[in-house]
């Protein structure tokens, strides 16, 4: 068989790089263990370069169809990679300063974001599966960092329980579905499912519930997310960054893939669960998040809710491919945008943790007075995870409620319900920037300095979701260029 | 810069010079107090010559044509452009923004309130300045839009941090109930989009090309009643009109002075705006159908905020509750749905902005001498120690009850007028108008009496001793140079309302003829 490295560069590349920094940290000595960061930062932008170098030279198939580079691929797995760096900047000075195994942390979290990277290249659903796994696997691990804390433990076993029971149903599913279409490849499938009947029918239905279920828990969609909250809490902050962001992002990316292309001729069916899954989702999400006073918590909440929006646009699909096209675009600029301001905002809280472990709201008092640059960039992303202008969360929203809008019937109905939810959030986003801006900030912290690293990153992503608000329709290309897969 | 191109670019320097000025501010080191307040009025300044220029060089022989167009790709994606442009209803309101916002540069050079941070304090003022006055000049809708909710991180900031004891509930009420009542508003404006004309193959958000599409009944009825609903939720809201007003008054007394002025003075105009410039062109059937309800709580909103007046202790919630009553006339004169009613409003927000934003400062001053706002503490005898200060706080306070003479009383009188002779040829009810307009002329003299009693509790009879012994200093310089362009309006409007109207009437005209179809 004739193989396409190029296309297959990014992920070779972040597959050595995942064995140098193995081999790498057994060599360090203990107190340099924090090097494997600058290998594992180095391997991930030598991947993002190899993706950029892929970009404007047309799809690209490998291994028969299971693996293919287009728009789409692109867009995800350039978005991945930035977060792994993203990631990565956040780690480092938490992991080192806190007494973590810190080469196997390297490399559990490049493992994950292989699977990230593999996931929307994947056009198959053994392909889909691996990633799926790839994901979740280091995850598991990762979330029980923190060994000798007790939430950590309890948190990390009800990831890895549910995490495993949803997996068991998924692949149940998916056996459903080649038993019935004899197919791997998602197009095929799609030709496959047509024009079933009867008994058939309603096994290609349950298939495909069983699909979307193993999903839901990865996207932490009501009511499977109840693991999130103590998971993201009993964490160390970047992996709940990475739990929030990266691991949620894939978990779209596939089931994108899954229900635009390979189930998109059952819509009737499947559309209207995924309405009541955004609606519960987000309802859910923003009631409970309104209770929350730890910020850890707070985030998880709010990112139950802003799930909940992320799956509001694959309930407008129906039979009209061009608001399919728009609920495709509004779905994939949203979660670019969201993944912004949410590694943001953990980046913050990364940066507050250092201080204050116990991350409280009120441990945020003050913080506008003894640094300013997390203080304004904090309420900068709140502002726009709660979707208020001049922000790029409003734009991002603009464009699901638009998709909504378009679509009509039913779409009216998710749209007011989804603009009451997002009055609803700013009862709760507002209470960090509140404690930082009009509380006094502890006698000892007059002044906080911001290290490095973390400031960067929280610079250019504050900047970043401004520079959406002015200028977004480099986004929304992005994202339209990114539905051009639907046609391949 | 040759003339054609100032021509297409006017209205977008002027608008935007807030906002770059609020940068350049932000780059000065906090501790230069003194520059941050003069850049601050140098910036409002520039921008105040460049909406005079706009306001000389426009041509009123074609005041119902939009003029000083610029139109540019923004986000085609969702078919969002950039179009901006200026016509006689906007014109008013676009001068009076940038007076208001210079007027208030001018008083934050002497007085910052607690707790000072000058520079943040002055940043978001100009912020809020481009915010409102894009509003008037936007005719893309989801442009209008974004002007719409940029006004409120930084007023909801200025209350928040600048406002007085009971700030974070009025900060957070009042954030709430417009962000509630806009976004409704929004999935207005896309259903409109959505279902609205196609131009080249793509829907429109451009105001002119829906506006000509509602005007030949391109929306069906009962889509009209529902999305006039929507839209006109947002605007009552920011109104506000009764019963979304309780905002409102925790808003105003809680807000620092320059908040309250330009809260009063411009923000609550983009509500009217809306209705004159969105709801009642875009969808006619929509705004017949809601009228006579627009109307009744046009007429319980003048009634109980005059009813409510007389209640209050709080020098400034009365203030705000008399806010509350005449934009009850504005709506009445919107909701006559002819061309006196409209007018009537338009020249209501300017009156109302003007008076009401001066009342506002003069409420600021007072309390900056007595520390107090409780009508009962101030005790009287305003008049003894400050004379200066109460008698042009008795010349605006009858202003705002409306005296033949002043600007206060055209708007009124307009709306009541129009309120005897609606639209009929629509099928609104003559009966059900004219127990309107009854009841707005019980709600003219209530507010005489609540205006006038007022006057007496504060200006006239004896001062408190320990006042006296105080001594205060009557009117400051700066106070003046604030507050002496505002008091001239108030009577050169009175005394020729026809600046206004005449520069409002074709506009106004195209919007009756849209509606009567």
Same mark, same amino acid.
């Given at each position: 068989?004739?193989?396409?490295?190029?296309?297959?560069?990014?992920?070779?590349?972040?597959?050595?790089?995942?064995?140098?920094?193995?081999?790498?940290?057994?060599?360090?000595? %203990?107190?340099?263990?924090?090097?494997?960061?600058?290998?594992?930062?180095?391997?991930?932008?030598?991947?993002?370069?190899?993706?950029?170098?892929?970009?404007?030279?047309?799809?690209?198939?490998?291994?028969?169809?299971?693996?293919?580079?287009?728009?789409?691929?692109?867009?995800?797995?350039?978005?991945?990679?930035?977060?792994?760096?993203?990631?990565?900047?956040?780690?480092?000075?938490?992991?080192?300063?806190?007494?973590?195994?810190?080469?196997?942390?390297?490399?559990?979290?490049?493992?994950?974001?292989?699977?990230?990277?593999?996931?929307?290249?994947?056009?198959?659903?053994?392909?889909?599966?691996?990633?799926?796994?790839?994901?979740?696997?280091?995850?598991?691990?990762?979330?029980?960092? %923190?060994?000798?804390?007790?939430?950590?433990?309890?948190?990390?076993?009800?990831?890895?329980?549910?995490?495993?029971?949803?997996?068991?149903?998924?692949?149940?599913?998916?056996?459903?579905?080649?038993?019935?279409?004899?197919?791997?490849?998602?197009?095929?499938?799609?030709?496959?499912?047509?024009?079933?009947?009867?008994?058939?029918?309603?096994?290609?239905?349950?298939?495909?519930?069983?699909?979307?279920?193993?999903?839901?828990?990865?996207?932490?969609?009501?009511?499977?997310?109840?693991?999130?909250?103590?998971?993201?809490?009993?964490?160390?902050?970047?992996?709940?960054?990475?739990?929030?962001?990266?691991?949620?992002?894939?978990?779209?990316?596939?089931?994108?893939?899954?229900?635009?292309?390979?189930?998109?001729?059952?819509?009737?069916?499947?559309?209207?669960?995924?309405?009541?899954?955004?609606?519960?989702?987000?309802?859910?999400?923003?009631?409970?998040?309104?209770?929350? %006073?730890?910020?850890?918590?707070?985030?998880?909440?709010?990112?139950?809710?802003?799930?909940?929006?992320?799956?509001?646009?694959?309930?407008?699909?129906?039979?009209?491919?061009?608001?399919?096209?728009?609920?495709?675009?509004?779905?994939?600029?949203?979660?670019?945008?969201?993944?912004?301001?949410?590694?943001?905002?953990?980046?913050?809280?990364?940066?507050?943790?250092?201080? %204050?472990?116990?991350?409280?709201?009120?441990?945020?008092?003050?913080?506008?007075?003894?640094?300013?640059?997390?203080?304004?960039?904090?309420?900068?992303?709140?502002?726009?995870?709660?979707?208020?202008?001049?922000?790029?969360?409003?734009?991002?929203?603009?464009?699901?409620?638009?998709?909504?809008?378009?679509?009509?019937?039913?779409?009216?109905?998710?749209?007011?319900?989804?603009?009451?939810?997002?009055?609803?959030?700013?009862?709760?986003?507002?209470?960090?920037?509140?404690?930082?801006?009009?509380?006094?900030?502890?006698?000892?912290?007059?002044?906080?300095?911001?290290?490095?690293?973390?400031?960067?990153?929280?610079?250019?992503?504050?900047?970043?979701?401004?520079?959406?608000?002015?200028?977004?329709?480099?986004?929304?290309?992005?994202?339209?260029?990114?539905?051009?897969?639907?046609?391949? | 810069?040759?003339?054609?191109?100032?021509?297409?670019?006017?209205?977008? *320097?002027?608008? $935007?010079?807030?906002?770059?000025?609020?940068?350049? *501010?932000?780059?000065?080191?906090?501790?230069?107090?003194?520059?941050?307040? =003069?850049? /601050?009025?140098?910036? +409002?300044?520039?921008?105040?010559?460049?909406?005079?220029?706009?306001?000389?060089?426009?041509?009123?022989?074609?005041?119902?044509?939009?003029? &000083?167009?610029?139109?540019?790709?923004? !986000?085609?994606?969702?078919?969002?452009?950039?179009?901006?442009?200026?016509?006689?209803?906007?014109?008013?309101?676009?001068?009076?923004?940038?007076?208001? =916002?210079?007027?208030? @540069?001018?008083?934050?050079?002497?007085?910052?309130?607690?707790?000072?941070?000058?520079? @943040?304090?002055?940043?978001?003022?100009?912020?809020?300045?481009?915010?409102?006055?894009?509003?008037? !000049?936007?005719?893309?809708?989801?442009?209008?839009?974004?002007?719409?909710?940029?006004?409120?991180?930084?007023?909801? $900031?200025?209350?928040?941090?600048?406002?007085?004891?009971?700030?974070?509930?009025?900060?957070?009420?009042?954030?709430?109930?417009?962000?509630?009542?806009?976004?409704?508003?929004?999935?207005?404006?896309?259903?409109?989009?959505?279902?609205?004309?196609?131009?080249?193959?793509?829907?429109?958000?451009?105001?002119?090309?829906?506006?000509?599409?509602?005007?030949? =009944?391109?929306?069906?009825?009962?889509?009209?009643?529902?999305?006039?609903?929507?839209?006109?939720?947002?605007?009552?809201?920011?109104?506000?009109?009764?019963?979304?007003?309780?905002?409102?008054?925790?808003?105003?007394?809680?807000?620092?002075?320059?908040?309250?002025?330009?809260?009063?003075?411009? +923000?609550?105009?983009? =509500?009217?705006?809306? $209705?004159?410039?969105?709801?009642?062109? #875009?969808?006619?059937?929509?705004? #017949?159908?809601?009228?006579?309800?627009?109307?009744?709580?046009?007429?319980? @909103?003048?009634?109980?905020?005059?009813?409510?007046?007389?209640?209050?202790?709080?020098?400034?919630?009365?203030?705000?509750?008399?806010? #509350?009553?005449?934009?009850?006339?504005?709506?009445?004169?919107?909701?006559?749905?002819?061309?006196?009613?409209?007018?009537?409003?338009?020249?209501?927000?300017?009156?109302?902005?003007?008076?009401?934003?001066?009342?506002?400062?003069?409420?600021?001053?007072?309390?900056?001498?007595?520390?107090?706002?409780?009508?009962?503490?101030?005790?009287?005898?305003?008049?003894?120690?400050?004379?200066?200060?109460?008698?042009?706080?008795? $010349?605006?306070?009858?202003?705002?009850?409306?005296?033949?003479?002043?600007?206060?009383?055209?708007?009124? *009188?307009?709306?009541?007028?129009?309120?005897?002779?609606?639209?009929?040829?629509?099928?609104?009810?003559?009966?059900?108008?004219?127990?309107?307009? !009854?009841?707005?002329?019980?709600?003219?003299?209530?507010?005489?009496?609540?205006?006038?009693?007022?006057?007496?509790?504060?200006?006239?009879?004896?001062?408190?001793?320990?006042?006296?012994?105080?001594? &205060?200093?009557?009117?400051?310089?700066?106070?003046?140079?604030?507050?002496?362009?505002?008091?001239?309006?108030?009577?050169?409007?009175?005394?020729?309302?026809?600046?206004?109207?005449?520069?409002?009437?074709? /506009?106004?005209?195209?919007?009756?003829? *849209?509606?009567?179809?």
């Amino acid at each position: 068989m004739n193989i396409d490295y190029h296309a297959l560069l990014p992920l070779e590349i972040l597959g050595a790089t995942i064995l140098v920094v193995l081999v790498v940290d057994l060599f360090l000595p %203990r107190r340099a263990k924090a090097a494997s960061m600058w290998v594992s930062f180095v391997g991930v932008v030598a991947s993002l370069g190899a993706v950029l170098s892929l970009v404007g030279q047309g799809p690209r198939v490998a291994f028969g169809g299971a693996y293919v580079v287009d728009a789409f691929t692109l867009i995800f797995q350039g978005f991945f990679l930035v977060a792994a760096l993203v990631v990565l900047l956040i780690s480092y000075r938490y992991l080192r300063d806190g007494g973590f195994y810190q080469g196997e942390y390297y490399f559990l979290l490049l493992t994950a974001f292989f699977g990230c990277v593999l996931m929307p290249a994947s056009r198959n659903l053994l392909m889909l599966f691996l990633a799926l796994e790839l994901v979740s696997a280091p995850g598991f691990l990762m979330a029980t960092f %923190r060994k000798s804390d007790i939430r950590g433990n309890e948190g990390g076993l009800k990831f890895f329980i549910i995490g495993v029971l949803s997996t068991a149903v998924m692949l149940y599913g998916m056996s459903l579905i080649y038993g019935l279409t004899g197919q791997l490849e998602l197009h095929a499938i799609a030709e496959g499912l047509t024009g079933l009947s009867g008994a058939r029918e309603t096994l290609a239905q349950v298939g495909i519930l069983f699909v979307v279920v193993g999903f839901a828990f990865k996207v932490s969609a009501v009511p499977f997310q109840f693991w999130a909250p103590d998971t993201y809490e009993g964490s160390p902050v970047p992996v709940a960054s990475f739990l929030a962001v990266a691991s949620a992002a894939a978990g779209f990316a596939g089931l994108l893939q899954l229900m635009f292309v390979a189930f998109v001729g059952q819509w009737e069916f499947w559309a209207p669960i995924f309405a009541l899954l955004s609606v519960l989702t987000m309802t859910l999400g923003n009631l409970v998040a309104l209770r929350q %006073r730890q910020a850890v918590r707070l985030l998880a909440y709010s990112g139950i809710a802003q799930a909940g929006y992320i799956l509001l646009p694959f309930a407008l699909v129906s039979g009209d491919a061009g608001v399919n096209q728009s609920a495709f675009t509004a779905a994939v600029t949203y979660i670019l945008i969201y993944s912004v301001m949410n590694l943001g905002s953990f980046a913050v809280v990364t940066a507050v943790s250092e201080r %204050r472990p116990s991350l409280r709201i009120e441990d945020f008092a003050g913080l506008m007075k003894s640094a300013p640059l997390l203080g304004v960039a904090m309420t900068v992303f709140m502002v726009s995870l709660a979707g208020v202008p001049p922000t790029g969360g409003f734009m991002g929203k603009l464009g699901i409620f638009s998709a909504a809008i378009e679509r009509g019937g039913v779409g009216y109905w998710l749209a007011v319900i989804m603009v009451i939810n997002s009055v609803i959030s700013v009862g709760y986003y507002f209470l960090i920037p509140r404690a930082m801006i009009f509380e006094e900030p502890p006698a000892e912290e007059v002044r906080v300095r911001v290290p490095v690293l973390l400031g960067t990153v929280v610079t250019i992503a504050t900047a970043g979701i401004l520079l959406i608000f002015v200028h977004p329709n480099p986004l929304f290309r992005l994202g339209e260029l990114s539905s051009l897969a639907l046609g391949g | 810069m040759n003339e054609s191109s100032w021509q297409e670019w006017a209205i977008t *320097i002027t608008t $935007f010079l807030p906002i770059a000025g609020a940068l350049v *501010i932000l780059l000065v080191p906090k501790d230069k107090d003194k520059m941050i307040r =003069g850049l /601050g009025v140098v910036i +409002m300044s520039l921008a105040f010559i460049g909406a005079a220029v706009i306001a000389f060089q426009f041509d009123y022989g074609r005041s119902g044509e939009l003029q &000083f167009v610029q139109d540019a790709k923004w !986000i085609p994606v969702i078919g969002a452009r950039y179009h901006v442009g200026i016509d006689g209803i906007s014109m008013p309101l676009f001068v009076l923004t940038y007076l208001l =916002g210079l007027l208030c @540069a001018i008083y934050t050079a002497r007085y910052v309130p607690s707790p000072g941070k000058t520079k @943040a304090f002055v940043a978001l003022t100009l912020l809020l300045i481009t915010g409102m006055a894009g509003t008037f !000049i936007a005719f893309d809708l989801i442009l209008f839009f974004v002007f719409w909710e940029l006004v409120l991180v930084p007023m909801y $900031f200025l209350i928040a941090v600048w406002g007085s004891a009971n700030r974070q509930y009025a900060s957070i009420k009042f954030f709430l109930y417009t962000l509630f009542g806009s976004v409704f508003m929004l999935l207005g404006f896309l259903a409109l989009y959505f279902n609205g004309p196609v131009v080249d193959g793509k829907h429109t958000f451009d105001l002119q090309a829906l506006t000509a599409f509602g005007a030949t =009944g391109g929306y069906a009825h009962t889509f009209q009643l529902i999305v006039f609903g929507a839209i006109a939720l947002g605007f009552a809201v920011k109104v506000p009109m009764w019963p979304f007003h309780t905002w409102l008054p925790d808003a105003h007394t809680e807000a620092p002075t320059i908040g309250s002025v330009l809260l009063a003075g411009i +923000m609550l105009k983009m =509500g009217t705006y809306g $209705f004159v410039r969105i709801a009642l062109p #875009v969808m006619p059937d929509g705004a #017949v159908a809601y009228a006579p309800w627009i109307g009744a709580l046009a007429a319980i @909103a003048i009634v109980y905020a005059a009813l409510a007046c007389l209640a209050q202790k709080d020098l400034k919630r009365l203030i705000a509750f008399s806010s #509350v009553g005449h934009m009850g006339f504005v709506m009445l004169g919107i909701a006559t749905l002819t061309t006196i009613g409209i007018q009537a409003a338009i020249f209501g927000m300017v009156a109302h902005g003007v008076i009401t934003g001066m009342l506002f400062f003069l409420v600021g001053s007072i309390y900056d001498r007595y520390h107090t706002r409780q009508i009962a503490d101030i005790g009287g005898g305003m008049s003894e120690v400050m004379p200066k200060m109460a008698g042009i706080f008795a $010349f605006v306070a009858i202003a705002s009850l409306g005296l033949p003479g002043l600007a206060g009383f055209w708007g009124e *009188i307009m709306a009541l007028l129009g309120s005897f002779n609606p639209n009929t040829t629509v099928g609104l009810n003559v009966g059900l108008y004219r127990a309107f307009m !009854i009841i707005g002329g019980i709600g003219t003299i209530l507010t005489a009496g609540y205006f006038l009693w007022m006057l007496q509790r504060v200006n006239q009879g004896e001062a408190p001793v320990k006042w006296k012994e105080h001594g &205060f200093r009557d009117i400051l310089a700066v106070e003046w140079v604030s507050w002496v362009p505002l008091l001239a309006l108030t009577l050169v409007l009175g005394v020729l309302p026809s600046l206004i109207l005449d520069t409002t009437a074709s /506009g106004v005209d195209a919007v009756v003829r *849209i509606v009567t179809g």
